[in-house]
């Protein structure tokens, strides 16, 4: 692999510090001298203007004069010498620039116009801007601490970034007190180039971070923040301290959907989706990044409990019951095993208490058959220091316990002067420790949550299997006419008929512009019906007396239509169009619910759920998930809502139809990523009963799409690119089908690996595996098409489908070039598949805008260079390796 574009700013191997002084409390001196302190082993170059020498390094006066490459310059100058500085670093060829000027302002028009001119000259001169900040970033484990910190910073596994330069050293200063180490530490600033999207991309690639800890406080590029959070949470733990919650100044929305949603709920299902911890508050996040740091983890959610005071298990099981998390009900053999271990009259259902004079021994035995039980996903142990107790023993036994389980122990150490000793031993340990039970329960309620949002970042949207396709044409037709008629909101009779162009089953609807006209369309839908105010601007027609409801006789229509139309014209004048008629749904046991669509300002369309009907607003009963969705994902924003319990039986009415309510999301899920138009969506009330659901009502909200936008660039989340599937055939004639690899191919996949040849294996993985570890396959299967593309020829359908060459490119973190590679099964080489694999992969690269196709050859695998130059590849030295080609095509 090529270094990533970002080393010269992370990890540079030449550094100037334009500014570097002696001058006490000025950054260029706090910079310089944590390099030079910290041991730096990189070149290192002072400039400055005045001086010969800075702590005792020869200076330059500009960095023209510095001989040799530069990967990065240091900016700690004032401001007003930031265009010409950053001119000169353009023109001397430096890879990267931080900007620390102290007197920046950042949020005046001065500043803003400044930043544009400063990123213009380095995109003229290929170079990228880290800043304007007042901290920096360290890479302690390559001893280059660039930041305005005076601090030592311990190395580590665990990558810090941060937008706040306060936040970062507040928890630089406590991780030196806690002994806690860092792979690196990244305060943004102002991110006028590169931002946290970027960041993470860097630390993705990143051997040395284990485990990724960010402060946010706002989202700049969303797509590009999912993309790298995903790609980040598949291999490491990330964690998120997201500040800004609260948005007033957000207005009211024109649906319900919009109302119900805000940006926090829209943020907190995107980390789900992203398969990060969201963690809420400074201390927590503390806690967190010692947590990680010691690499607990846990498959569930039921907790098991050891104390030796039952006063203090009891906060414990308190916390538990709160965050409701399941306590284990104890196996059977191991009620009988803790027997061994116990005084007879002491607990030994959970919490288990060992009473007060418990000790270690005690403490260790009755932890160890709890880990053992299947039941049990975790163990908190809630220590006091009482008579008979041995606090340092008790937590060597922790310590032993902690190396041999893949259980996480969490332990409650409760005391002060008495437990200091063994608190300090367990954190030499790397041992999470607590003041409190209620933290202990909390962190493992935490961790519970990250396997949980593990789960769904797996979650792939494949297409809506054997399905009818949507009629794109006709709803884009009816969209088109609306915003070539100057309108953005659909009517309801138009708003249906895009649900029905996505097979969503609806409520008949007809116009009447006069009461006799109302008779009649009454006469042809059967009574009862229900009579609706069709006026123009007017979202919700129950604000303005506009519906009538179970309407009996045709006598009664002609009635409340006249009745409803004279009122509606004294009020609204023209903008009166008439009625809308439609017969009652009839659904004796019909709950109402509500589903939507509203578009968050960073994340896109985002997709509500939950309980239905007039008083929506009031009861506030709504989940959200950003699309695209699958079943499971639909099922999950259905269990997320109190309204879950309504679609089950009670009393005598039979459950819901479930299955009709998933379809519904996933045919919604579907509209928003194919119509990039719609902005709000309500479809209310959506009534459902044993036999199915209908939507009633519903309105839709609609915007212009610039005319260049790339297919699903109003995603957060990439959709599966079913428009890549084709069918094709070999030299012989023989048929095959060319897909992108879905979620479920991966059995199919591990089938294929372990059938190729050595050789083959080998050109491929550069080792012989025969089997892959099944974090490869699932990073090989669960694929984010938004960075990455994997594509199958295959031949079969159904249980026979086997795959016979695969072909895939990762988008590099510049976005003008990939990655590729390709293997195809011995028995299919040289039957033209490796050709057709390879021009479709093209065809996807080019729709993405990338102009680069490049990847690595072994440089004893002579059939594939030889494919590679028949492809139109040049052939170069691989930068790193000599056994390897690097092999480059332009698009």
């Given at each position: 692999?090529?270094?990533?574009?970002?080393?010269?700013?992370?990890?540079?191997?030449?550094?100037?510090?334009?500014?570097?002084?002696?001058?006490?409390?000025?950054?260029?001196?706090?910079?310089?001298?944590?390099?030079?302190?910290?041991?730096?082993?990189?070149?290192?170059?002072?400039?400055?203007?005045?001086?010969?020498?800075?702590?005792?390094?020869?200076?330059?006066?500009?960095?023209?004069?510095?001989?040799?490459?530069?990967?990065?310059?240091?900016?700690?100058?004032?401001?007003?010498?930031?265009?010409?500085?950053?001119?000169?670093?353009?023109?001397?060829?430096?890879?990267?620039?931080?900007?620390?000027?102290?007197?920046?302002?950042?949020?005046?028009?001065?500043?803003?116009?400044?930043?544009?001119?400063?990123?213009?000259?380095?995109?003229?001169?290929?170079?990228?801007?880290?800043?304007?900040?007042?901290?920096?970033q360290a890479r302690p484990i390559s001893r280059f601490q660039a930041g305005n910190y005076q601090g030592r910073i311990k190395g580590g596994n665990l990558a810090l970034v941060s937008q706040s330069s306060s936040v970062a050293s507040a928890i630089l200063d406590w991780a030196e007190a806690h002994e806690v180490g860092f792979s690196s530490v990244v305060s943004l600033g102002t991110e006028a180039d590169v931002d946290?999207?970027?960041?993470?991309?860097?630390?993705?690639?990143?051997?040395?971070?284990?485990?990724?800890?960010?402060?946010?406080?706002?989202?700049?590029?969303?797509?590009?923040?999912?993309?790298?959070?995903?790609?980040?949470?598949?291999?490491?733990?990330?964690?998120?301290?997201?500040?800004?919650?609260?948005?007033?100044?957000?207005?009211?929305?024109?649906?319900?959907?919009?109302?119900?949603?805000?940006?926090?709920?829209?943020?907190?299902?995107?980390?789900?989706?992203?398969?990060?911890?969201?963690?809420?508050?400074?201390?927590?996040?503390?806690?967190?990044?010692?947590?990680?740091?010691?690499?607990?983890?846990?498959?569930?959610?039921?907790?098991?409990?050891?104390?030796?005071?039952?006063?203090?298990?009891?906060?414990?099981?308190?916390?538990?019951?709160?965050?409701?998390?399941?306590?284990?009900?104890?196996?059977?053999?191991?009620?009988?095993?803790?027997?061994?271990?116990?005084?007879?009259?002491?607990?030994?259902?959970?919490?288990?208490?060992?009473?007060?004079?418990?000790?270690?021994?005690?403490?260790?035995?009755?932890?160890?058959?709890?880990?053992?039980?299947?039941?049990?996903?975790?163990?908190?142990?809630?220590?006091?220091?009482?008579?008979?107790?041995?606090?340092?023993?008790?937590?060597?036994?922790?310590?032993?316990?902690?190396?041999?389980?893949?259980?996480?122990?969490?332990?409650?150490?409760?005391?002060?002067?008495?437990?200091?000793?063994?608190?300090?031993?367990?954190?030499?340990?790397?041992?999470?420790?607590?003041?409190?039970?209620?933290?202990?329960?909390?962190?493992?309620?935490?961790?519970?949550?990250?396997?949980?949002?593990?789960?769904?970042?797996?979650?792939?949207?494949?297409?809506?299997?054997?399905?009818?396709?949507?009629?794109?044409?006709?709803?884009?037709?009816?969209?088109?006419?609306?915003?070539?008629?100057?309108?953005?909101?659909?009517?309801?009779?138009?708003?249906?008929?895009?649900?029905?162009?996505?097979?969503?089953?609806?409520?008949?609807?007809?116009?009447?512009?006069?009461?006799?006209?109302?008779?009649?369309?009454?006469?042809?839908?059967?009574?009862?019906?229900?009579?609706?105010?069709?006026?123009?601007g007017v979202m919700h027609k129950t604000d303005i007396d506009g519906v009538v409801l179970n309407i009996q006789s045709l006598v009664g229509v002609a009635a409340e239509a006249a009745r409803m139309l004279s009122r509606a014209k004294e009020r609204f004048g023209d903008k009166v169009h008439g009625l809308t008629i439609q017969p009652m749904h009839g659904k004796k046991f019909g709950r109402e619910l509500m589903l939507?669509?509203?578009?968050?300002?960073?994340?896109?369309?985002?997709?509500?759920?939950?309980?239905?009907?007039?008083?929506?607003?009031?009861?506030?009963?709504?989940?959200?998930?950003?699309?695209?969705?699958?079943?499971?994902?639909?099922?999950?924003?259905?269990?997320?809502?109190?309204?879950?319990?309504?679609?089950?039986?009670?009393?005598?009415?039979?459950?819901?139809?479930?299955?009709?309510?998933?379809?519904?999301?996933?045919?919604?899920?579907?509209?928003?990523?194919?119509?990039?138009?719609?902005?709000?969506?309500?479809?209310?009330?959506?009534?459902?009963?044993?036999?199915?659901?209908?939507?009633?009502?519903?309105?839709?909200?609609?915007?212009?799409?610039?005319?260049?936008?790339?297919?699903?660039?109003?995603?957060?989340?990439?959709?599966?690119?079913?428009?890549?599937?084709?069918?094709?055939?070999?030299?012989?004639?023989?048929?095959?089908?060319?897909?992108?690899?879905?979620?479920?191919?991966?059995?199919?996949?591990?089938?294929?690996?372990?059938?190729?040849?050595?050789?083959?294996?080998?050109?491929?993985?550069?080792?012989?595996?025969?089997?892959?570890?099944?974090?490869?396959?699932?990073?090989?299967?669960?694929?984010?098409?938004?960075?990455?593309?994997?594509?199958?020829?295959?031949?079969?359908?159904?249980?026979?489908?086997?795959?016979?060459?695969?072909?895939?490119?990762?988008?590099?973190?510049?976005?003008?070039?990939?990655?590729?590679?390709?293997?195809?099964?011995?028995?299919?080489?040289?039957?033209?598949?490796?050709?057709?694999?390879?021009?479709?992969?093209?065809?996807?690269?080019?729709?993405?805008?990338?102009?680069?196709?490049?990847?690595?050859?072994?440089?004893?695998?002579?059939?594939?260079?030889?494919?590679?130059?028949?492809?139109?590849?040049?052939?170069?030295?691989?930068?790193?390796?000599?056994?390897?080609?690097?092999?480059?095509?332009?698009?």
């Amino acid at each position: 692999m090529k270094q990533h574009y970002l080393t010269p700013l992370f990890d540079p191997q030449s550094v100037a510090v334009i500014g570097a002084t002696e001058t006490e409390s000025a950054v260029g001196r706090t910079v310089f001298s944590g390099l030079v302190e910290g041991g730096y082993a990189g070149r290192l170059f002072p400039v400055n203007l005045k001086r010969e020498q800075v702590l005792g390094i020869k200076a330059y006066k500009t960095v023209k004069t510095i001989e040799g490459d530069i990967d990065l310059a240091i900016i700690t100058t004032p401001t007003r010498t930031l265009k010409a500085m950053v001119e000169q670093c353009g023109k001397r060829r430096v890879k990267a620039l931080v900007i620390m000027s102290c007197d920046f302002v950042g949020t005046d028009d001065a500043s803003r116009r400044l930043l544009d001119q400063l990123r213009a000259t380095a995109r003229q001169y290929d170079m990228r801007i880290f800043g304007p900040t007042v901290f920096g970033q360290a890479r302690p484990i390559s001893r280059f601490q660039a930041g305005n910190y005076q601090g030592r910073i311990k190395g580590g596994n665990l990558a810090l970034v941060s937008q706040s330069s306060s936040v970062a050293s507040a928890i630089l200063d406590w991780a030196e007190a806690h002994e806690v180490g860092f792979s690196s530490v990244v305060s943004l600033g102002t991110e006028a180039d590169v931002d946290v999207g970027e960041t993470l991309d860097y630390l993705v690639s990143d051997p040395r971070t284990r485990s990724i800890l960010i402060y946010l406080e706002d989202v700049g590029d969303a797509r590009m923040l999912m993309s790298a959070l995903r790609a980040a949470a598949r291999t490491k733990p990330v964690m998120v301290l997201k500040v800004g919650r609260y948005d007033e100044k957000v207005t009211l929305g024109r649906t319900h959907s919009e109302r119900l949603i805000g940006r926090d709920d829209v943020f907190e299902a995107a980390l789900r989706r992203a398969g990060v911890l969201r963690i809420r508050s400074i201390n927590q996040l503390f806690i967190a990044a010692r947590v990680v740091n010691a690499g607990y983890r846990t498959k569930g959610r039921r907790l098991a409990i050891v104390t030796n005071g039952m006063g203090a298990g009891m906060m414990a099981v308190d916390r538990a019951h709160d965050l409701h998390i399941q306590l284990s009900q104890l196996a059977p053999e191991t009620i009988s095993r803790l027997a061994d271990w116990l005084p007879p009259h002491s607990e030994r259902n959970n919490p288990v208490d060992i009473l007060g004079d418990a000790p270690a021994a005690r403490f260790r035995g009755v932890t160890q058959v709890l880990l053992d039980d299947p039941n049990v996903d975790g163990v908190v142990v809630v220590f006091t220091p009482q008579v008979g107790t041995d606090h340092m023993a008790t937590a060597e036994a922790m310590i032993e316990l902690h190396a041999g389980s893949d259980k996480p122990i969490l332990l409650a150490w409760i005391g002060g002067k008495k437990v200091e000793g063994s608190r300090r031993l367990l954190g030499k340990q790397n041992i999470a420790y607590f003041h409190a039970p209620e933290h202990a329960v909390e962190v493992f309620y935490s961790l519970a949550a990250w396997e949980y949002n593990q789960q769904l970042l797996l979650q792939t949207a494949a297409p809506l299997g054997e399905w009818e396709a949507p009629d794109l044409e006709t709803a884009r037709m009816i969209i088109d006419t609306v915003l070539n008629g100057g309108r953005t909101v659909l009517d309801e009779i138009e708003s249906k008929a895009i649900l029905r162009a996505f097979h969503i089953p609806v409520v008949p609807t007809l116009r009447a512009a006069s009461p006799d006209d109302a008779v009649t369309v009454a006469m042809g839908l059967g009574l009862p019906i229900a009579l609706k105010l069709d006026v123009e601007g007017v979202m919700h027609k129950t604000d303005i007396d506009g519906v009538v409801l179970n309407i009996q006789s045709l006598v009664g229509v002609a009635a409340e239509a006249a009745r409803m139309l004279s009122r509606a014209k004294e009020r609204f004048g023209d903008k009166v169009h008439g009625l809308t008629i439609q017969p009652m749904h009839g659904k004796k046991f019909g709950r109402e619910l509500m589903l939507g669509v509203a578009r968050d300002r960073a994340f896109g369309p985002v997709i509500s759920f939950g309980a239905g009907g007039i008083a929506v607003e009031i009861f506030n009963d709504v989940a959200v998930t950003l699309p695209p969705l699958n079943e499971y994902l639909a099922a999950n924003l259905i269990r997320r809502t109190r309204v879950k319990q309504m679609l089950e039986a009670f009393r005598n009415q039979p459950p819901v139809k479930l299955d009709a309510v998933v379809d519904v999301l996933l045919r919604l899920s579907e509209l928003v990523c194919e119509l990039p138009q719609v902005h709000q969506l309500d479809l209310n009330p959506l009534v459902a009963d044993e036999n199915g659901v209908i939507a009633v009502d519903a309105r839709i909200v609609v915007a212009p799409v610039p005319d260049k936008a790339r297919r699903y660039e109003h995603m957060a989340i990439h959709p599966y690119p079913s428009q890549m599937v084709q069918v094709s055939q070999l030299k012989s004639g023989v048929p095959i089908v060319i897909r992108p690899v879905r979620p479920e191919d991966a059995e199919m996949m591990a089938r294929f690996v372990a059938e190729l040849s050595d050789e083959s294996r080998y050109n491929r993985y550069m080792n012989t595996l025969k089997t892959l570890p099944q974090s490869m396959l699932a990073r090989f299967t669960q694929l984010d098409y938004a960075r990455e593309v994997a594509l199958v020829g295959t031949m079969g359908e159904g249980d026979d489908e086997r795959i016979l060459g695969v072909s895939r490119f990762t988008v590099n973190p510049d976005y003008d070039s990939c990655e590729f590679a390709i293997v195809i099964a011995d028995t299919m080489q040289g039957k033209g598949l490796g050709a057709r694999l390879m021009e479709a992969l093209f065809a996807a690269a080019r729709d993405m805008n990338l102009e680069l196709v490049e990847g690595e050859v072994l440089a004893s695998n002579k059939t594939m260079l030889n494919f590679m130059k028949r492809l139109g590849f040049e052939i170069h030295k691989h930068p790193e390796d000599s056994g390897l080609k690097w092999v480059v095509k332009r698009l």
